[in-house]
Nanobody
């Protein structure tokens, strides 16, 4: 059983930066894709970024493109989300997720098989 654990969340001021990490433990993780999603209070979980784990494509939500960067370190079995120029609208619980098999809809949360527990990101003005 693969487990995903997020870390790196916290409180940051508007315009600041954070780097989230998502580390896989348990069985070797060899997903087709991995992604980041977020959920703010009272809102549905929304897509942030995703990547084909073996390389080939990366996708971002329009709201974060140019500010957020998704990356991975295979040797550490870890995926990252570098977040810059944060605003209050980025406040949410951030989740990482893994999709084991091929998908044409990596922006859709229900496509993903394994989820982390989430890490809180709070941006204050």
């Amino acid at each position: 059983q693969v487990q995903l654990v997020e870390s790196g969340g916290g409180l940051v001021q508007t315009g600041g930066s954070l780097r989230l990490s998502c580390t896989a433990s348990g069985r070797t993780l060899s997903p087709y894709a991995m992604g980041w999603f977020r959920q703010a209070p009272g809102k549905e979980r929304e897509f942030v970024a995703a990547m084909r784990y073996s390389g080939g494509w990366i996708a971002y939500a329009d709201s974060v493109r140019g500010r957020f960067t998704i990356s991975r370190d295979n040797a550490k079995n870890t995926m990252y989300l570098e977040m810059n120029n944060l605003s209050s609208e980025d406040t949410a619980v951030y989740y990482c997720a893994a999709k084991r098999s091929f998908t044409t809809t990596p922006r859709v949360a229900r496509e993903y098989d394994v989820w982390g527990q989430g890490t809180q990101v709070t941006v204050s003005s």
